[in-house]
């Protein structure tokens, strides 16, 4: 796990994959950390208040078992999607229990196989599908509302869960509240649309992102992956 407070920096997780790239800013007081598991399942988790560096720990903890359980079994797809669900349930009450009522967090979830992904969220994450030049918001809001009870709020918020099958040329973007409330869904389409023709379309992807939120609004913390399976 990779946390990151504090700082300005870009990274890869997947050195020898550079089809999937994290990237992130940071100069607030939120904190965000990603994973990965599998080389399949992608995290992204956001912390804020005095306890947010024992929250970032907690839910990455909770996480890990989860997927260990999950990459161990075959499960048939539906199971698989019960499976997040539950993981998200162990999540949210480990967090609560140590929620002092100031300290809360967000967790994002996209994970893939070679035929289908799922993709899950509590809180403010954001996932999206770029095929055939579209973006799609893939985890869609409930009744206007653009996030979830976020983590430490309640005890057992529910999860905002969805799946699909993929298709060859799909590519997934996982972010958070903060970066598309500067760099919008159209605009978002535009980074990948023309960031496709670079030779690193991941990479150029997620650096325009960050930049372009960067600059027009500094004191904030930014992060997002760009996958293609």
């Given amino acids: 796990m990779t946390v990151m407070e504090g700082v300005t920096s870009t990274f890869s997780h997947l050195e020898q994959d550079p089809r999937k790239f994290f990237g992130f800013y940071s100069e607030g007081t939120k904190i965000v950390a990603s994973n990965i598991f599998g080389q399949t399942c992608f995290l992204l988790i956001e912390a804020t208040g005095s306890d947010r560096d024992r929250i970032i720990e907690v839910v990455q903890q909770s996480a890990e078992l989860g997927y260990s359980i999950l990459s161990k079994k075959r499960f048939y797809n539906e199971a698989h999607g019960k499976l997040l669900e539950r993981l998200f349930n ?34 403010e994450g954001r996932c999206y599908l770029y095929r055939e030049k579209q973006i799609v918001r893939l985890v869609p809001d409930n009744d206007g509302v653009s996030s979830t009870p976020l983590l430490g709020e309640m005890k ?11 298709r060859d040329g799909d590519i997934f973007v996982v972010t958070e509240k903060s970066l598309m409330s500067v760099v919008n869904e159209n605009r978002l389409q535009q980074i990948l649309t023309t960031s496709m023709e670079s030779e690193e379309p991941e990479k150029t992807a997620v650096n325009h992102m960050l930049v372009e939120a960067s600059e027009r609004r500094k004191r904030d913390t930014y992060a997002a992956w760009v996958i293609r399976p």
Wanted: aromatic content about 12%; glycine content about 12%.
């Fill in 90 to 123: 162990v999540v949210s009450r480990q967090v609560f229990k140590i929620s002092n009522g100031e300290s809360f967090g967000s967790l994002t979830i996209f994970d893939i196989s070679k035929r289908s992904w799922w993709a899950g969220r509590i809180g």
């Fill in 156 to 166: 057992e918020p529910l999860p905002q869960l969805t799946r699909g099958d993929m």
